[in-house]
């Protein structure tokens, strides 16, 4: 995909903030900047449409301890408006939006673009074992295309509600990365954002499977609960990957991506 220029990213309506700072009743973002001046979207986005044509960019939201929810689960909301807006900014530039079961099972998200403007990603649930039942939105809403990754040998019958059933081959405890990649890329998704959670991410990241990776830090310590990246146990710093990274402030928190494809 080749570079946007700013008046083509404007036209994706990603500048039109509605409502992303619950119950003040203003925008977060004006002009191409949020609501302080911080961060030029132009700086943030544009980029994101230039990678590719296939690309996977992973998003989570963490406390300063590496927290991504209480050990109940509650994540609701660690992360600040901005980086809620952000999210929706993200399901409307790509192709689909990836979760795991445990995101669904806890936030029943409803994965659709409503904070501005834009398309709606296909909703992508990988639940291996098949465990989440019907009564989630996403399997239900009729809001978006909705597709259900499990493990081959679980995926019997063609529908879970209203989402398709795909099978895919295992990898260690979940499904494989790169099988899922070729599989979505194989059906014309080729720009996939996974939004969560921990595990699918870590997974992902793993399997060198990512091309970007975003984690939005919150000025809040939570002191136990789930994490958010966990990978094998390395021996020595020497070991562990230290990619090129981008800086934004999103109000109180700031973003970190790092760019795993340099």
Not at 144 to 164: C, F, S, V
Not at 168 to 192: D, F, N, S, V, Y
Not at 228 to 242: A, C, F, K, W
């Amino acid at each position: 995909m080749a570079q946007l220029s700013p008046a083509a990213v404007r036209e994706r309506g990603l500048f039109n903030g509605r409502g992303a700072n619950r119950g003040n009743g203003t925008d977060a973002v004006s002009d191409g900047r949020d609501a302080d001046g911080h961060t030029d979207l132009l700086d943030l986005y544009a980029p994101l449409l230039a990678i590719g044509p296939d690309c996977i960019v992973a998003h989570l939201g963490q406390s300063l301890d590496g927290r991504i929810a209480t050990a109940s689960g509650a994540s609701h909301y660690v992360t600040g408006p901005e980086d809620i807006l952000h999210n929706h900014r993200m399901r409307a530039l790509f192709d689909a939006v990836i979760v795991g079961a445990g995101t669904v099972r806890h936030d029943d998200p409803q994965l659709t673009v409503r904070l501005c403007g834009g398309d709606e990603a296909v909703r992508v649930v990988i639940d291996t074992e098949r465990r989440l039942d019907t009564n989630y939105g996403v399997f239900g809403d009729g809001a978006a295309e909705t597709l259900l990754l499990t493990a081959a040998d679980k995926a019997t019958g063609g529908r879970h509600g209203n989402a398709e059933v795909i099978g895919i081959e295992r990898w260690g405890k979940g499904l494989c990365p790169a099988a899922i990649r070729r599989t979505l890329t194989g059906r014309g998704m080729h720009r996939l954002f996974i939004e969560g959670g921990g595990v699918t991410v870590s997974r992902f990241l793993e399997a060198a499977c990512l091309d970007r990776l975003q984690i939005t830090i919150a000025p809040l310590i939570i002191g136990s609960g789930r994490p958010g990246i966990v990978l094998p146990q390395v021996e020595t710093l020497s070991d562990v990957l230290r990619p090129s990274v981008r800086r934004f402030r999103f109000g109180a928190d700031v973003m970190i991506e790092c760019l795993l494809d340099a």
